[in-house]
């Protein structure tokens, strides 16, 4: 069994823009900066002959580059518990294309998805306790990321090793998009 899933990696200039939102907050377990992604579907454990399958119905996927820009900070599940701190994305109703292929495809191996419909954002802290005075802040805060933008050229199937140090992602595959003429 491997614990896999889809998303698009992030320019090192990305990466460091998001982690300078790091700051103070009680129990908050920040997203090592290199391991920053956009998650595109999570798949959980799958055995090896679905990983084959779906190594293949990935590569079906037919969907051109585009460019994303950041935008605003935002929590789940809601402010009042929030569980996790994250960074959004303008609407992109490409990104959305290409989040639905990767769904059909990992649908069509049989592999289970969640109901609820995909959710642009990049994960940047996990929160093990309520800590309202500084997640306010930190999601009031006046956002200055609204003109950072990044290319998408393609999208990678990971896998995720859970380790004492915390998850490893290492690259299985990684699928261009279609370039524009
Ligand atoms: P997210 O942080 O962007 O929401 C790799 O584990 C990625 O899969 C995580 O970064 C997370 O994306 C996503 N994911 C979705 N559901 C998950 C789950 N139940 N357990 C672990 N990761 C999950």
């Given at each position: 069994?491997?614990?896999?899933?889809?998303?698009?990696?992030?320019?090192d200039?990305?990466?460091?823009?998001?982690?300078?939102?790091?700051?103070?907050?009680?129990?908050?377990?920040?997203?090592?900066?290199?391991?920053?992604?956009?998650?595109?579907?999570?798949?959980?454990?799958?055995?090896?002959?679905?990983?084959?399958?779906?190594?293949?119905?990935?590569?079906?996927?037919?969907?051109?580059?585009?460019?994303?820009?950041?935008s605003e900070?935002?929590?789940?599940?809601?402010?009042?518990?929030?569980?996790?701190?994250?960074?959004?994305?303008?609407?992109n109703?490409?990104?959305?294309?290409l989040?639905?292929?990767?769904?059909?495809?990992?649908?069509?191996?049989?592999?289970?998805?969640?109901?609820?419909?995909?959710?642009?954002h990049?994960?940047?802290?996990?929160?093990?306790?309520?800590?309202?005075?500084?997640?306010?802040?930190?999601?009031?805060?006046?956002?200055?990321?609204?003109l950072?933008?990044?290319?998408?050229?393609?999208?990678?199937?990971?896998?995720?090793?859970?380790?004492?140090?915390?998850?490893?992602?290492?690259?299985?595959?990684?699928?261009?998009?279609?370039?524009?003429?």
């Amino acid at each position: 069994m491997s614990r896999l899933f889809v998303a698009i990696e992030l320019p090192d200039r990305v990466k460091q823009e998001l982690a300078q939102l790091k700051s103070p907050i009680p129990g908050a377990r920040w997203v090592p900066q290199e391991q920053l992604h956009l998650t595109l579907a999570f798949l959980g454990d799958v055995d090896g002959t679905a990983a084959e399958q779906l190594i293949r119905a990935l590569s079906e996927v037919r969907v051109p580059g585009f460019t994303l820009r950041l935008s605003e900070t935002g929590c789940f599940p809601n402010r009042s518990k929030p569980r996790v701190l994250w960074v959004g994305l303008k609407n992109n109703p490409q990104l959305n294309r290409l989040a639905e292929q990767i769904r059909s495809a990992v649908l069509a191996c049989s592999i289970l998805q969640e109901e609820r419909p995909f959710s642009a954002h990049i994960t940047i802290a996990r929160l093990k306790q309520p800590a309202g005075r500084e997640v306010a802040r930190f999601l009031d805060q006046p956002f200055k990321h609204d003109l950072s933008t990044f290319a998408v050229r393609e999208f990678i199937l990971y896998c995720s090793q859970l380790t004492s140090d915390g998850a490893l992602h290492i690259p299985l595959k990684k699928y261009p998009l279609l370039t524009c003429s």
